[in-house]
């Protein structure tokens, strides 16, 4: 493989044009930032793979080769670097599609740590270092070439990287195969029988699965996409078996990706021209419950995305949107970093109103980023939608951009930012000032309101208390029947993780339920109960008598403090019982469970809340 000889001189540093970087601050960039992100990404891979010939060369593994434990052929890599070596210089392009697939990054990265002492996956090493022959093989094989090649076996599977793999007979878990190509066929042949690799665009053969590749868009030029389900390196952060989709399942994928895909030519043309060049692959993962869809990107496999089946085709939209955005910053902080590293076990940890657990300033910057490009992506497609789901866009659009502004404002002057970032959550932050100004009607813009405090006082409820010593001056002022809360209760609370939250976003799930009409079901949705259901619906009198009866007995969830409020705002009588359990559940529910533990019995909720409201917020 060509590299650049010793002595030379100094290689050449990647750097972002001006263009390029303004681009990305305002949280966009078209193909041609793209481009310049995936220059970057090569130069990183070739240099990875550099180092893994270096590491097997060194002699960690013979240099030349290994063997299976169990026995069989030896993998040669000095074979599989020369077999690469040919194809890039019979079919570059080929070369260049297999180095920058999303599965070769990953594995490049997993390998070398592997090399390094540092295991991600059960298989051995030879077999994990012998996947650089699965990828000569398929270089190869797409290449043209005559040759052969002994390339690893997981779980009886031999994986031919962007072609496909092969199912071969056989009881042990890791093992290898031969695979020999001659005037344009390939055979795969292990201990107990040999697959015949299809030619052309088949889709399989006995024993043969092919990479499913999609061309999306009805117009010129179409997008090709890899709808991924067999590589062992599709998923992060390990690697994982095959998992085919039913007929069923992939006419749904290959469906909902034609209409999403032309949701985001019609709303985000930038973005859909700079995922032509950049998004390469989607792992499809089973589909979670409605209006919970799951997705994640992995900085090492820059283009590739894993997604549950989503609800429909502006979800996925929105969903490929929010990971692209993931995937440029991860380019982007591969060439200069937004912020400082700091020692792990005191990383300070913020608020994210994405997520239920508390996050550092890294993972803060990613969500920032992410839901800048989800909320650009609803402000179009709200005027786009069809009337019956304007609605809901609407709602997401309000929804997201005051969760992105806050957050925003909530570290933008952090001293753990580099220059750089700092520019961009400044540039982020006057975009999505901008946003606010936009008109949202306002049954949307309320619930969207009332939505995004509801998590935040739930975050609360679950990773704040309040000083101890202020608590058991409560329980006492309480218990004496003092007028008001001793006011150190209000003094700056401590923020201890709940590893056990869950369900935070309940309220919002909630919400999308009504707005899409599917109230019916809302009595299925995860972490919600009676009380949570009747206060989405309006019903307050009736949500605050179940709330209130939820809280006094045993086991209440913190959340229902919260719904508490919410039911209570409105009322003249309860008006400080409202405002402390929407801006300050922590304090109840630390002074509730003081009672219940000194008493055995807690407080009625309601007089409680309002006892505590007095002291001022």
Request: hydrophobic share 45%; charged share 25%; aromatic share 6%.
């Amino acid at each position: 493989m060509p590299v650049r000889p010793a002595g030379s001189g100094q290689l050449p540093v990647h750097r972002l044009s001006a263009a390029g970087f303004d681009a990305l601050a305002r949280g966009d960039g078209g193909k041609a930032v793209v481009e310049e992100l995936l220059a970057a990404e090569r130069s990183r891979r070739m240099l990875l793979l550099r180092a893994l010939h270096d590491g097997l060369s060194g002699g960690g593994l013979s240099g030349g080769g290994a063997s299976p434990a169990a026995g069989g052929d030896t993998i040669s890599y000095r074979d599989a670097w020369a077999l690469l070596e040919r194809a890039q210089g019979r079919a570059p392009d080929v070369f260049e599609d297999i180095l920058m697939s999303p599965h070769t990054g990953m594995w490049l990265s997993l390998a070398l740590r592997r090399l390094r002492g540092v295991p991600a996956e059960d298989a051995p090493l030879w077999a994990v270092v012998g996947h650089l022959s699965a990828l000569a093989a398929a270089a190869g094989a797409r290449a043209g070439l005559d040759f052969s090649i002994t390339v690893p076996v997981r779980r009886g599977v031999a994986f031919l990287p962007t072609l496909g793999c092969a199912e071969l007979e056989g009881a042990e878990p890791w093992g290898t195969a031969q695979v020999v190509a001659r005037d344009g066929q390939v055979r795969i042949s292990g201990a107990l029988g040999a697959v015949e690799v299809p030619s052309g665009a088949a889709r399989g053969g006995p024993g043969w699965h092919s990479v499913r590749r999609l061309e999306l868009g009805v117009t010129e030029p179409q997008k090709w996409l890899s709808l991924e389900e067999l590589d062992p390196y599709r998923t992060f952060p390990r690697p994982t078996e095959p998992v085919l989709l039913s007929a069923a399942d992939a006419r749904t994928w290959e469906g909902v990706l034609a209409d999403a895909w032309e949701v985001l030519l019609r709303d985000e043309p930038e973005t859909a021209e700079a995922m032509r060049v950049g998004l390469k692959s989607v792992t499809p993962t089973p589909a979670r419950e409605r209006f919970r869809p799951h997705s994640v990107t992995a900085g090492d496999a820059f283009g590739g995305v894993m997604a549950s089946l989503p609800d429909d085709a502006a979800q996925l939209a929105a969903t490929l949107v929010h990971e692209f955005q993931h995937i440029k910053l991860g380019g982007l902080m591969r060439l200069r970093p937004l912020n400082l590293n700091g020692p792990e076990p005191s990383e300070e940890l913020f608020y994210a109103p994405w997520r239920d657990d508390p996050r550092p300033l890294g993972g803060l910057l990613q969500g920032i980023y992410a839901f800048a490009g989800v909320t650009r992506f609803w402000r179009a497609h709200r005027h786009s939608a069809d009337a019956g789901r304007a609605p809901l866009a609407h709602f997401e659009f309000a929804l997201w951009r005051s969760q992105v502004t806050s957050t925003v404002r909530l570290v933008r002057t952090h001293e753990g930012l580099t220059p750089l970032g700092r520019r961009v959550l400044e540039v982020l932050g006057e975009r999505c000032a901008r946003w606010m100004g936009d008109d949202v009607p306002s049954a949307e813009l309320e619930l969207a309101q009332e939505v995004a405090a509801d998590h935040r006082a739930r975050w609360r409820a679950h990773h704040l208390r309040p000083p101890a010593s202020a608590v058991e001056e409560a329980v006492l002022a309480w218990q004496r029947g003092d007028e008001v809360p001793p006011a150190a209760l209000a003094g700056e609370p401590v923020l201890v993780p709940d590893t056990e939250s869950r369900f935070l976003d309940t309220a919002a799930v909630l919400a999308r339920h009504r707005l899409s009409g599917a109230d019916r079901d809302m009595y299925g949705v995860e972490g919600a109960d009676e009380a949570d259901v009747l206060l989405c619906r309006g019903e307050r009198a009736e949500a605050r008598d179940a709330f209130t009866a939820r809280l006094t007995g045993k086991g209440a969830p913190l959340g229902a403090w919260v719904g508490l409020g919410r039911a209570l705002a409105g009322a003249a009588a309860h008006r400080d019982a409202a405002r402390l359990l929407r801006r300050f559940p922590e304090r109840a529910c630390a002074v509730q469970s003081a009672l219940e533990n000194a008493t055995g019995q807690g407080a009625d909720p309601v007089r409680l809340a309002g006892w505590l409201g007095r002291a001022g917020l």
